[in-house]
């Protein structure tokens, strides 16, 4: 915490205290002189109802004062009581809490679910019979789950820091609020001052009664307004500051929680891609074995087929051979009937 800040808060706020304390001494003594300056106004000849005017308008601008002076005051209050109040461990803690999500813990679940369901499968998978493309799928349905694994986690870490930002945002709109009250109270003041000269000068009395007293209750309720405007330009740097600290906290969590996510999806990643490995080296042992059992079926039929070619080949010599002979036999047989015959 940044005491010296403090210290000069403090002292601005004992100033601006000091200054409504003023304030109020002066709303007290323009109540007198309106109690004084009616039966002057009466003796010169004013109605009872103008001095009854009179009476109610500096009534008015009392009131009005003693709010105004309030509400700038409250901002002062609001500065002191944040001040004591604030504790960087506390807001961190209450950060933590409100960033806390069934729906976003229900992702992260799911995704871890889905991320081992994914690794089970594959490292389970027979590459052998599935094949290698079947793997290659396994495998990036895994790779993708681990990705959202770290993508679950880290939405949990960034809705810390949205929480942060909504917080700060709803501190300094209450600053915002107290301020513009207290601006809109001391603009009433201004404007009560100056209801309070128009009836003093309708009940006739001379502007040497209530011409300074106005100026100074006008100027008076200006300045109050500056300082309300000061107050709360105080106020917001306070909770600027105090929730710029605890962004640092609020960050480094959420950097720690995501680089975690990450380092645990690489792990992931590792585990997915070692599984692969061993499913496609399976997965390629069985293709060549089939490719090997396919050039060992093929060879054998083409060696099949070989031998039934000879065997044909030699069934058809054979057959040729012995259509050879008998022809031969026959033209002998013949030639020889036909020398007897002609010796005959």
């Known amino acids: 915490r940044n005491h010296s800040g403090s210290r000069i808060g403090r002292f601005k706020i004992a100033r601006y205290q000091s200054f409504l304390e003023k304030m109020f001494r002066l709303c007290r003594t323009s109540l007198l002189l309106v109690a004084l300056g009616v039966p002057a106004a009466a003796a010169q000849g004013a109605a009872p109802r103008e001095q009854a005017a009179v009476e109610a308008a500096g009534q008015a601008h009392q009131e009005a004062v003693r709010r105004a002076s309030r509400a700038v005051a409250g901002i002062a209050d609001y500065i002191a009581t944040f001040n004591r109040e604030a504790d960087e461990k506390a807001a961190f803690q209450a950060i933590q809490e409100g960033a806390k999500s069934a729906k976003k813990d229900a992702k992260v679940k799911a995704a871890t679910e889905a991320y081992e369901d994914s690794l089970a499968a594959l490292e389970h998978v027979d590459g052998g019979k599935a094949g290698p493309a079947a793997v290659k799928e396994l495998a990036a349905r895994a790779a993708e789950a681990a990705e959202g694994v770290e993508g679950a986690t880290c939405a949990r870490a960034r809705e810390m820091r949205r929480v942060w930002r909504r917080t700060e945002e709803s501190e300094k709109a209450k600053v915002r609020d107290v301020g513009s009250h207290a601006k809109k109270a001391a603009r009433e003041a201004v404007k009560q001052a100056r209801g309070l000269e128009r009836a003093r000068r309708h009940a006739g009395a001379s502007e040497q009664a209530f011409e300074g007293e106005f100026e100074k209750n006008e100027h008076s309720a200006e300045h109050m307004e500056i300082h309300a405007e000061k107050l709360r330009d105080q106020a917001e740097q306070v909770v600027e500051t105090f929730y710029g600290r605890v962004e640092e906290e609020v960050e480094r969590r959420a950097d720690e929680i995501c680089d975690a996510a990450r380092a645990h999806a690489a792990a992931s990643l590792h585990a997915v891609r070692r599984a692969q490995g061993r499913a496609h080296a399976a997965a390629e042992k069985a293709e060549a074995e089939r490719h090997a059992h396919s050039e060992m079926a093929e060879a054998k039929a083409a060696a099949q087929s070989g031998e039934k070619a000879g065997d044909k080949a030699g ?30």
Request: no cysteine; hydrophobic share 25%; charged share 35%.
């Open 315 to 344: 069934d058809n010599a054979d057959d040729k051979a012995s259509d050879n002979a008998s022809g031969k036999v026959g033209d002998q047989a013949g030639d020889q009937a036909g020398d007897q015959a002609g010796d005959q």
